[in-house]
C-alpha cells in the first residue's frame, strides 16, 4: 500500500522487451535505496512494481503484460521522468489516501489554466472508471493522491498546489499528456458490493 504522497523524482534508465513484457531500469537516487531490499514495492508513477534489483542509485523492476495495458509506463522512453513512492509500513503518516499502486484506467490532460499560484488540471475521465469519481472524493494521478474537484460525465478537474507541481512530475504536464489514474479503494469495493457492474 501507498499513501500517494511521492518521495522522489526519478526516471527510465533503460528499457529492456523480453518477449511480451518489459523490464525497466529506474533512477532513484533521491529515494534512499538503501532502505529497500529486493522484493519491495515500489510505486512508479502510480503502478505497484517489484524490485528485482536493487543498486545504489537505481533499481530493476519487471513490467507484465496486464500492467503495459492498463498503464502508461510502456510508453516511457529513456529518460523520462516518473514519480516515485516506496510502500508504507505500519504506524507510518497517511498523508494522502490509501492507494495500492494497481492503476485503472489511462487518462489524459485536456487543460490547464493558472489559478492565483495553482494550477487548475483537467483530465479526460474513461467511461470504465467514470463512475467511482465523485466531487471532493479522492484520486490518484500518477501516483499522486489528489481532490476532484468538479467531475463530468467523461472528465474531471484538480487544483494542485505550488508544492505538488514542483515535488512531482505534474509541473511538466502539457495538453494530452498521459496519466494513470486509480480510484478511491472504498468506492470501487462499494461499487462491487452494491451489484455494480464486473470489475474494472
Known sequence: M???????????????????????????????LDQVAIGDSIAVDGVCLTATTVNEHSFVADLSTE??????????????????????????????????????AVGKLLGRRDDARSVVMTFSLPESVARFVAAKGSICIDGVSLTVNRVTDDSFTINVVPHTLEATTMGRYRGGTEVNL??????????????GERGI
Do not use: W
Not at 529492456?16 to 523490464?23: A, E, N, S
Not at 486509480?182 to 451489484?195: F, H, S
Open 2 to 32: 501507498f499513501s500517494g504522497i511521492i518521495q522522489a523524482i526519478g526516471s527510465i534508465k533503460s528499457r529492456q522487451p523480453i518477449g511480451r513484457d518489459l523490464t525497466l531500469e529506474i533512477n532513484a537516487p533521491g529515494l534512499g
Open 67 to 104: 500492467t503495459l495495458a492498463c498503464s502508461s509506463l510502456g510508453r516511457k522512453r529513456a529518460g523520462a521522468p516518473v514519480n516515485l513512492e516506496k510502500a508504507l509500513c505500519l504506524g507510518d503518516a497517511l498523508g494522502g489516501h490509501l492507494v495500492s499502486g494497481h492503476v485503472d
Open 182 to 195: 486509480e480510484v478511491d479503494l472504498v468506492a470501487r469495493y462499494i461499487d462491487r458490493l452494491m451489484g
